[in-house]
């Protein structure tokens, strides 16, 4: 029987922040790819190499963890004061799921870069030299995002010096503005306050776990905070710590389902299968040192607090973008978790310590008629492009 020849996509293999993912604009999609749907999800699934038993993607583009699989959509907007439409699919590694439900935010700066990369910006938009604002429409969460790309020559400036902790080699800076950053928008999270619960601290009843105090917030993307104390932990751990200890990883998946439960994102516990980007589960702490990943020393006086974070069901090798923003988010906002651990009171930036090193986010919050109102969270990416050109995928994998 005649095999399916292999069909070639164009696509560009890029790096944002501490993710990668492949990027492609709307229209060079396959016709049938270009709608969400079944055959989309499955292109991606296949470009991606997933899902995979062995837990490697050796036959696709993945690289086997939830910071590397991930595909990205791009399309000049629609919406007015918009550039670009920015849809993001997170894939799994070990199911045929790719979820839809969230934003990344460390793929965010790349979709700013790319925009430009790929000719999605109006010219007259883009300086010769200097700075390009590129107003991104997030369609997952329906948000915007702002980000400001170095130009030189008319091209992206994409080496630099700008370190990030995380990331092997400097680059370019590019300062990222998520607007209004609270998921109420009319994307697929929209509908709801920033703490769905109405309260900055919530006893959040977690089956064979216990009574745990949460804080539950949707800012950037929904997410659970828990006392790193209060579930055995010091807030300095690494992913070899927790990565590979399964019950570890099913208790805190407990505690992320049950915060997806009472933040209204899910009906049924089982839904939650089909949920594994959102929301997120992580753990803070007060400051104190430890070693990063690479051997570098975090110390006590140089953090704010300490924060851990998991996705789709393993602890993050650094921090996802979107999460940085709930953590700047609840840490302006006097009472949070995140704020507590932070040390309380009001306050605008918050540096804090995660697996590779650190990271300085900051928000604005004010209290409009008895309800917390966040108007931006900003933080400094780099993105850079690896590798341009098309993928090739069996022509009868969707």
């Given at each position: 029987m005649p095999q399916a020849a292999q069909i070639r996509i164009p696509a560009t293999y890029m790096r944002g922040g501490t993710s990668k993912g492949v990027f492609f604009r709307l229209q060079d999609l396959p016709e049938r790819c270009q709608e969400p749907g079944e055959a989309r999800d499955r292109l991606f699934l296949r470009i991606i190499g997933s899902p995979d038993p062995y837990a490697a993607h050796i036959d696709g583009m993945g690289g086997a963890t939830s910071s590397t699989s991930k595909c990205v959509i791009l399309a000049k907007s629609s919406r007015p004061d918009h550039d670009v439409d920015y849809l993001y699919g997170q894939v799994a590694i070990d199911k045929a799921l790719v979820d839809w439900s969230g934003n990344c935010g460390n793929l965010s700066t790349a979709a700013g870069a790319f925009a430009l990369h790929a000719g999605l910006v109006d010219p007259a938009r883009v300086p010769r030299n200097g700075v390009c604002a590129v107003r991104i429409w997030q369609a997952n969460i329906g948000k915007t995002i702002i980000a400001h790309?170095?130009?030189?020559?008319?091209?992206?400036?994409?080496?630099?010096?700008?370190?990030?902790?995380?990331?092997?080699?400097?680059?370019?800076?590019?300062?990222?503005?998520?607007?209004?950053?609270?998921?109420?928008?009319?994307?697929?999270?929209?509908?709801?306050?920033?703490?769905?619960?109405?309260?900055?601290?919530?006893?959040?009843?977690?089956?064979?776990?216990?009574?745990?105090?949460?804080?539950?917030?949707?800012?950037?993307?929904?997410?659970?905070?828990?006392?790193?104390?209060?579930?055995?932990?010091?807030?300095?751990?690494?992913?070899?710590?927790?990565?590979?200890?399964?019950?570890a990883l099913a208790r805190l998946d407990k505690i992320r389902v049950a915060g997806a439960l009472r933040m209204g994102l899910i009906k049924t516990p089982e839904e939650a299968a089909t949920r594994q980007h959102t929301p997120k589960i992580a753990f803070v702490a007060p400051p104190r040192d430890y070693l990063a990943a690479s051997g570098k020393a975090i110390r006590a006086e140089d953090v704010d607090l300490l924060v851990r974070a998991l996705s789709m069901g393993k602890l993050h090798h650094a921090m996802m973008g979107t999460a940085a923003v709930a953590i700047s988010t609840a840490a302006a906002i006097p009472g949070t978790l995140v704020n507590l651990a932070?040390?309380?009171?009001?306050?605008?930036?918050?540096?804090?310590?995660?697996?590779?090193?650190?990271?300085?986010?900051?928000?604005?919050?004010?209290?409009?008629?008895?309800?917390?109102?966040?108007?931006?969270?900003?933080?400094?990416?780099?993105?850079?492009?690896?590798?341009?050109?098309?993928?090739?995928?069996?022509?009868?994998?969707?």
């Open positions: 790309v170095p130009v030189t020559d008319g091209q992206v400036q994409e080496t630099g010096e700008f370190e990030l902790d995380g990331v092997t080699f400097p680059a370019a800076e590019i300062v990222l503005e998520f607007l209004d950053p609270s998921e109420d928008g009319a994307g697929e999270n929209g509908g709801g306050s920033m703490f769905p619960t109405g309260n900055l601290v919530d006893e959040l009843e977690v089956p064979d776990v216990g009574s745990l105090k949460a804080t539950l917030i949707s800012a950037g993307i929904p997410t659970v905070f828990v006392n790193a104390e209060d579930i055995g932990y010091r807030g300095t751990e690494l992913r070899e710590d927790i990565n590979g200890n399964p019950e932070a040390g309380g009171g009001e306050r605008d930036s918050v540096r804090f310590g995660h697996p590779s090193g650190t990271l300085r986010v900051g928000a604005q919050a004010r209290l409009v008629d008895g309800e917390w109102q966040v108007s931006r969270a900003v933080m400094s990416r780099t993105a850079r492009v690896l590798m341009e050109g098309a993928v090739r995928v069996p022509g009868d994998a969707f």
